[in-house]
């Protein structure tokens, strides 16, 4: 959901701004709170690496954890619901919960440093329902799972009945099943198919062409590896520079230095002053 918002919101301005240069004439987008006293982004295009990448790192690592949890899961050692620090379950939390606020971070500032730009198409009730659906499914989850944790939800008494984990993991899907059918009606008010209704008549696309287009994960995979190819190509430029730097010394301050520690052993040697 995260990914493709800034995608769209991407493709809108590359087909109506040149923002490269746009944000290169703009002035600094300061960072927000928390992070003021930081430095802002570079502008021009790397303002939009930077914006994309924090998105693309909840995209990568949601994946990893989860897939860590699975592993976990199955071998018995998760420990679900326990608030410790050797928990893997924990980890992941943490994990998670940094790229998704890292990730919302990266589509807010980008959005404040376009925002008239993007005016066009009103992104800040898109952003709302992205927001909502992303965050309000993930922190009710971890108020279920505090409540089993502080003996809140228990076991039930019946045999054969629900644990606290069982209890709380229902509880969550119901309400999840019960929240998305209010979010897809707030989804359709806001994201209207309408404006991207072709005045021209064209054919309508083909059920299994869509459904494929739906499942088609290769620009996802492009992506990640344009943002990994200009991290790599970054850091080969940074060492470079580094290598590149002026000594400290230069090398004709060294040369001279050379040439008179010579002439001075070779006049002590030789009882001549020398040069």
Request: aromatic letters at 14%; hydrophobic letters at 45%.
């Amino acid at each position: 959901v995260i990914y493709n918002f800034m995608m769209f919101l991407v493709t809108y301005m590359y087909e109506h701004y040149n923002v490269e240069q746009l944000l290169t004439y703009k002035p600094a987008q300061p960072q927000l709170f928390p992070f003021q006293k930081l430095p802002p982004w570079p502008k021009g295009k790397s303002f939009v690496i930077w914006s994309k990448r924090g998105v693309f790192v909840y995209v990568v690592s949601k994946p990893i954890t989860t897939i860590a949890m699975l592993i976990a899961e199955l071998a018995g050692h998760s420990g679900k619901n326990e608030f410790k620090m050797g928990s893997v379950w924990m980890w992941t939390l943490i994990i998670d919960n940094i790229a998704q606020m890292w990730a919302l971070y990266c589509l807010v500032i980008f959005y404040q440093a376009l925002k008239h730009e993007l005016a066009g198409i009103e992104p800040l009730p898109k952003f709302l329902c992205v927001k909502a659906v992303v965050f309000f499914s993930f922190w009710q989850g971890l108020f279920l799972d505090s409540l089993v944790f502080l003996d809140v939800i228990r076991d039930s008494k019946t045999p054969g009945g629900y644990t606290a984990e069982e209890t709380a993991e229902t509880v969550q899907n119901l309400l999840i099943c019960m929240e998305m059918f209010g979010f897809s009606i707030a989804h359709h008010i806001v994201f209207s198919y309408k404006p991207y209704v072709s005045e021209v008549e064209l054919p309508p696309p083909q059920f299994l062409t869509s459904l494929s287009h739906l499942f088609d994960m290769r620009d996802v995979g492009v992506d990640i590896r344009t943002q990994l190819g200009v991290s790599v190509h970054s850091m080969r430029q940074n060492r470079s520079r580094y290598h590149e730097r002026t000594p400290l010394i230069s090398s004709e301050h060294v040369e001279m230095n050379t040439i008179r520690d010579y002439n001075k052993q070779n006049s002590a040697n030789s009882g001549d002053p020398g040069i």
